[in-house]
């Protein structure tokens, strides 16, 4: 009889995930539920202040501004991420243009989106170029508000969203790209009906690796957003570091993991949804041809 060497495998693991991430989560649920100390931290007696300051508008309209800069980030990342996957994994050169994809990460963060300052600031590299070129007599204010944001975003999280995208479409079968024209269907019914649902995996992670970390984005919009593109991350923040009310800073973290799980959740549901109606079509197309 075989012993099953599984749960030993996995030990490490689980003592990593539990330590490092199911501890973490409940220290500051609990925190979330106390009082806050006089010269900060947390005194030992429940309390439901911190999430009774939720309850007003401005955090409100916070919470309305991280989801939509979040949404629209990972939306247009992917949008920009599935041309670049598709064309890197038909290229030749497909190692060089991984290598050119990966390359940021061995930059520090920072440096990258102090970078972006110097390029979009008032006196940065496009404001210069558009002025010489005359296009412009004054210099345009490219920075501190949304549109930065997202920008610096899509292009912090870009490689993460391509490189699932490339291993998925790297995969896929090109042929049946060639027998739906064949059959009649347009290079976008192609895409859309033969391409995507059979890059789905791909597709659910690269959004997941792109909207959790957006979500919970704090320097980008700290560096090069405005008063208009404060995110929850900046409030959690401001209330560990400067306010120190630990127990407000812990009970925007649990919305904030609310709404993460909230949004993954219906992901995944759509997704799975999704690949179950492409198996019973699967499955009445194999009928037909049966029957045939």
């Known amino acids: 009889?075989?012993?099953?060497?599984?749960?030993?495998?996995s030990?490490?693991?689980?003592?990593?995930?539990?330590?490092?991430f199911i501890v973490p989560t409940c220290i500051i649920f609990i925190y979330s539920f106390l009082t806050k100390a006089t010269y900060g931290g947390v005194q030992w007696q429940f309390s439901l202040e911190g999430y009774k300051a939720l309850a007003n508008t401005s955090f409100i309209n916070v919470v309305w501004?991280?989801?939509?800069?979040?949404?629209?980030?990972?939306?247009?990342?992917?949008?920009?991420?599935?041309?670049?996957?598709?064309y890197i994994a038909r290229n030749k050169h497909k190692n060089q243009l991984l290598l050119l994809v990966i390359i940021p990460f061995w930059t520090n963060f920072l440096i990258r989106v102090y970078a972006w300052i110097a390029i979009l600031g008032n006196n940065g590299f496009v404001n210069?170029?558009?002025?010489?070129?005359?296009?412009?007599?004054?210099?345009?204010?490219?920075?501190?508000?949304?549109?930065?944001?997202?920008?610096?975003?899509?292009y912090t999280y870009l490689p993460y969203a391509i490189l699932p995208l490339y291993s998925s479409i790297e995969k896929f079968d090109f042929s049946l790209l060639e027998a739906a024209r064949d059959l009649g269907a347009t290079k976008a019914q192609a895409f859309f009906k033969?391409?995507?649902?059979?890059?789905?995996?791909?597709?659910?992670?690269?959004i997941l690796?792109?909207?959790?970390?957006?979500?919970?984005?704090?320097?980008?919009?700290?560096?090069?957003?405005?008063?208009d593109s404060m995110m929850l991350g900046n409030i959690i923040s401001r209330e560990l570091t400067?306010?120190?009310?630990?127990?407000?800073?812990?009970?925007?973290?649990v919305v904030l993991?609310?709404?993460?799980?909230?949004?993954?959740?219906?992901?995944?549901?759509?997704?799975?949804n999704n690949l179950e109606s492409i198996k019973k079509l699967v499955v009445r197309e194999k009928a037909g041809e049966e029957s045939i």
Request: net charge positive; proline share 5%; aromatic share 14%.
């Open 128 to 154: 210069n170029i558009l002025v010489k070129l005359g296009v412009i007599d004054t210099y345009i204010q490219f920075l501190y508000n949304q549109y930065a944001v997202i920008l610096v975003i899509i």
């Open 242 to 253: 400067t306010t120190r009310n630990w127990p407000l800073a812990s009970s925007i973290s």
């Open 11 to 20: 030990l490490p693991l689980g003592l990593w995930i539990t330590i490092f």
């Open 1 to 9: 009889m075989k012993k099953n060497y599984g749960p030993v495998y």
């Open 65 to 86: 501004i991280t989801v939509y800069i979040s949404v629209i980030s990972t939306f247009l990342t992917v949008l920009f991420a599935i041309p670049t996957a598709y």
């Open 194 to 206: 033969v391409l995507l649902p059979n890059i789905k995996g791909g597709l659910a992670t690269s």
């Open 209 to 227: 690796f792109t909207f959790i970390p957006a979500l919970g984005s704090y320097v980008i919009p700290m560096l090069v957003g405005g008063k």
């Open 257 to 272: 993991t609310v709404i993460t799980m909230i949004g993954v959740l219906l992901f995944l549901k759509l997704n799975k």
